[in-house]
């Protein structure tokens, strides 16, 4: 149990989507990252947020070409990243809705 | 970006009457348009591009705020308006609370970045306690107004 919950994985993504990180995507982000056990945030410059709040999402007012990083620390952590890093790099709210 | 500017401050709304979502979003609207923020012949197709975001996923963000907004090619800037509810209204938001605060903000069509900035800067204030119950008590605009001013000058987030 120890060992899984020291399991801290992060990936540098860019913001692919035009209109920036904004109240759609990013509610699309926070409902994935609630999916998953590990404590999610997300790093921009000197900022860190909590990847599963929308309100603290919204405070970084992250544009098109934005480098975050995303930081996942628990037992599933490898694949939150590898998930909420495709939502950053997805470029339209519809694409991402669609999926059943 | 701060407050002052993109709150028209003849359009703050500190008492809302309206008790349901669509009422809420045709109050501050039409406050805008009292204000001239916006044209009365742009009234009903705002409200309508308003009511239409909201259809796909409700902009109550949480701890009782929502951020109803559109695009809209009738603005040339960022305008917005700031409304207070004291009973609370159902705005399906995340969380399920009721909404007492609200921000609604109409963007010209080519601006994402401004309309990012003032997502920014509110959400930044909402994390703060106070600020949202200083909100929620102000009884008048130029309360809510002086409220933003200070907040413009970073009273609240440290």
Redesign the interface.
């Given at each position: 149990m120890a060992a899984s919950e020291s399991t801290k994985v992060t990936r540098s993504v860019e913001v692919k989507n035009p209109q920036g990180l904004h109240l759609r995507p990013g509610e699309v982000f926070s409902r994935k990252a609630n999916e998953f056990e590990s404590n999610i945030e997300i790093i921009s410059g000197e900022r860190r947020v909590d990847g599963k709040s929308l309100l603290d999402i919204a405070t970084l007012g992250a544009s098109q070409g934005t480098q975050l990083e995303i930081e996942a620390r628990g037992p599933d952590a490898e694949l939150a990243v590898e998930e909420l890093a495709k939502i950053l790099e997805t470029k339209s709210v519809d694409e991402l809705t669609k999926e059943p | 970006m701060k407050f002052s500017d993109f709150v028209t401050s003849t359009a703050i709304r500190p008492n809302l009457s309206a008790a349901g979502k669509d009422d809420v979003i045709r109050e501050m609207t039409t406050a805008l348009v009292e204000a001239g923020a916006i044209a009365e012949s742009e009234l009903e197709s705002t409200i309508k591009a308003i009511t239409k975001r909201e259809e796909?996923?409700s902009?109550g963000?949480?701890?009782g705020?929502a951020?109803p907004h559109t695009k809209h090619p009738s603005v040339d800037r960022l305008v917005g308006t700031v409304g207070v509810s004291i009973e609370g209204v159902d705005f399906k938001s995340?969380d399920g609370e009721k909404v007492h605060l609200f921000f609604l903000l109409i963007s010209p069509p080519d601006r994402?970045?401004d309309?990012?900035?003032a997502?920014?800067?509110?959400?930044?204030q909402?994390?703060d306690d106070t600020f949202c119950r200083f909100l929620k008590q102000s009884k008048t605009a130029e309360d809510i107004w002086q409220l933003l001013e200070e907040a413009d000058n970073n009273q609240f987030v440290s």
């Amino acid at each position: 149990m120890a060992a899984s919950e020291s399991t801290k994985v992060t990936r540098s993504v860019e913001v692919k989507n035009p209109q920036g990180l904004h109240l759609r995507p990013g509610e699309v982000f926070s409902r994935k990252a609630n999916e998953f056990e590990s404590n999610i945030e997300i790093i921009s410059g000197e900022r860190r947020v909590d990847g599963k709040s929308l309100l603290d999402i919204a405070t970084l007012g992250a544009s098109q070409g934005t480098q975050l990083e995303i930081e996942a620390r628990g037992p599933d952590a490898e694949l939150a990243v590898e998930e909420l890093a495709k939502i950053l790099e997805t470029k339209s709210v519809d694409e991402l809705t669609k999926e059943p | 970006m701060k407050f002052s500017d993109f709150v028209t401050s003849t359009a703050i709304r500190p008492n809302l009457s309206a008790a349901g979502k669509d009422d809420v979003i045709r109050e501050m609207t039409t406050a805008l348009v009292e204000a001239g923020a916006i044209a009365e012949s742009e009234l009903e197709s705002t409200i309508k591009a308003i009511t239409k975001r909201e259809e796909l996923g409700s902009t109550g963000i949480g701890r009782g705020v929502a951020v109803p907004h559109t695009k809209h090619p009738s603005v040339d800037r960022l305008v917005g308006t700031v409304g207070v509810s004291i009973e609370g209204v159902d705005f399906k938001s995340l969380d399920g609370e009721k909404v007492h605060l609200f921000f609604l903000l109409i963007s010209p069509p080519d601006r994402p970045g401004d309309h990012l900035r003032a997502l920014e800067n509110i959400s930044r204030q909402l994390r703060d306690d106070t600020f949202c119950r200083f909100l929620k008590q102000s009884k008048t605009a130029e309360d809510i107004w002086q409220l933003l001013e200070e907040a413009d000058n970073n009273q609240f987030v440290s």
